[in-house]
């Protein structure tokens, strides 16, 4: 049997005041329909990554919902765990192929976890690369079957794509992030593109108060000058040698400037500790680099501390997924300089929240810009926070969810007018009417989107999205 996680109870309304309430509202009357429907997740870590964390809050919020929902993880050696980082780099472009014996290790590992899964489910999520073949290898049965893809596959290394490609077929359904993530040949047919968001009453993200100062005190961070901080996984694609680099360029202007690399280690990542000893052979030249890990001490208060007090969050990822640390220091107010890269770009349409860049001299003059200039960074920052407020909290991502669920499970759209309507067709995201929307016609319809920059990409090509 595969091990549960356990998530302990959640109540949706403690959303209330936070999130919109016609979110709330057509949340709690989707859910109402589809009372004591079976739901699993399955992925491939209890903890470490973005993943973990949404289905930390995920899972007890469906149950309070009054649907059965669990959270499973797949088992496997160092050995399954470096082969399947392969292919999640392999998936994001990487030219690394799999050999014959990665493929073998990956099938056998795979192969035994779907024995393990035994009971009956009506809708199984599998989240990402690692736990992908199971339907194919232990039967669909009568569950339907989801693959969620959290990586940016829509340019992915070819041999690595067709190994991985022959068991996709027999998903019932699979959801991206963004629209351009899918690849061309994708061989599921229904196809949603659902961003993620953040948990707002998690212990990342609740607000610390006057314990914030402390928490960065005790691991001995001294705010005695401007901070720098960039969260994330030690991984080369999150450029944390680039967001180096920067900090020194802006410290010849700030000479008291500090940076924090918060990285988390995860069962799934091996490559990490490759990162990992490169960071610290860097940060062992300057004692204003603090290097810190979820392995010694720094857990989701401390994260949550780090990106309160930090004067400009950096997240100069190359390729990346969605990047929620973004939304996370925007909620706090916090403004951000990052890549644009996967759902950075949405996450701060419209200018909201702080700069994009695209190389290191780029990321080293929007820090200084925002270390220079505090008033503007302050309004970036609160605009930041708005647009997360509006389309980056939890409620909105199980109304897309629950909704995808219910065209499954029923096959036929609930509420297809509401939904339609307020629904973003470029990002797919649910459009709260208390928002500042954007509104475009087609065809004599009307169309609703989160951001300019959705509608002006509707506006350019309407029949994409249609």
């Known amino acids: 049997m595969l091990q549960s996680v356990d998530v302990g109870q959640r109540s949706i309304r403690d959303y209330r005041g936070i999130v919109a309430d016609e979110i709330l509202d057509r949340l709690n009357g989707l859910a109402e329909t589809l009372r004591g429907l079976r739901i699993l997740h399955l992925n491939a870590t209890p903890y470490g990554g973005g993943v973990a964390e949404l289905l930390r809050s995920i ?16 088992s496997g050696d160092q050995e399954f765990f470096q082969v399947t980082k392969t292919i999640h780099n392999a998936l994001q472009g990487s030219n690394r192929p799999l050999n014959k014996d990665d493929q073998r290790v990956y099938i056998e590992t795979t192969r035994h976890n779907a024995t393990m899964l035994e009971e009956t489910y009506d809708v199984v999520f599998v989240h990402d690369p690692q736990p992908a073949p199971i339907p194919a290898f232990k039967g669909k049965g009568r569950s339907l079957w989801v693959w969620r893809c959290h990586i940016d596959t829509s340019s992915p290394n070819p041999e690595v ?28 047919k229904q196809v949603e593109i659902i961003p993620p968001a953040i948990d707002p009453l998690s212990p990342k993200n609740f607000p610390l108060q006057n314990i914030a100062r402390k928490v960065l005190g005790w691991l001995g961070v001294r705010l005695n000058g401007p901070l720098i901080t960039q969260v994330s996984r030690f991984d080369p694609w999150k450029d944390p040698l680039g967001v180096i680099e920067a900090y020194r360029i802006v410290r010849r202007h700030v000479p008291n400037l500090q940076l924090a690399m918060v990285g988390s280690m ?3 990542d091996p490559e990490g500790w490759e990162v990992y000893h490169k960071i610290r052979r860097e940060g062992e030249k300057d004692p204003s680099i603090h290097i810190f890990t979820n392995l010694t001490g720094v857990g989701n208060i401390e994260v949550n501390a780090f990106q309160s007090l930090s004067d400009v969050v950096v997240q100069k990822s190359i390729r990346e997924g969605f990047g929620l640390v973004v939304s996370e220091a925007l909620w706090k107010e916090t403004p951000v300089v990052a890549g644009q890269a996967g759902g950075i770009p949405l996450q701060m349409a419209d200018g909201a ?19 220079m200039n505090k008033d503007q960074a302050l309004e970036l920052a609160k605009r ?15 109304l897309n ?27 797919g995201m649910a459009v709260s009417e208390s928002a500042h929307v ?27 999205y249609i």
């Open 59 to 74: 899972v007890p919020l469906l149950n309070d919902l009054g649907l059965v929902a669990e959270w499973k993880i797949i």
């Open 353 to 371: 929240g702080g700069y994009l860049v695209n190389d290191v001299e780029e990321c080293a003059e929007a820090i200084l810009k925002l270390l």
């Open 161 to 188: 794509w067709a190994f991985l490609h022959q068991w996709l077929s027999v998903y019932d359904a699979a959801i991206f992030t963004l629209d351009e993530f899918a690849p061309p040949d994708f061989p599921v």
């Open 401 to 427: 969810e629950l909704s995808l669920i219910k065209r499954l499970t029923d096959g036929r759209p609930l509420l297809r007018k509401d939904w339609e309507a307020w629904r973003d067709r470029v990002c």
């Open 438 to 464: 954007f509104s475009a016609e087609f065809m004599g319809k009307s169309y609703v989107f989160c951001s300019e920059g959705c509608r002006d990409r509707f506006v350019a090509h309407p029949e994409r």
């Open 384 to 398: 930041g926070k708005e647009r997360v407020r509006q389309n980056f909290l939890l409620p909105r991502l199980l």
């Open 266 to 268: 995860a069962l799934d």
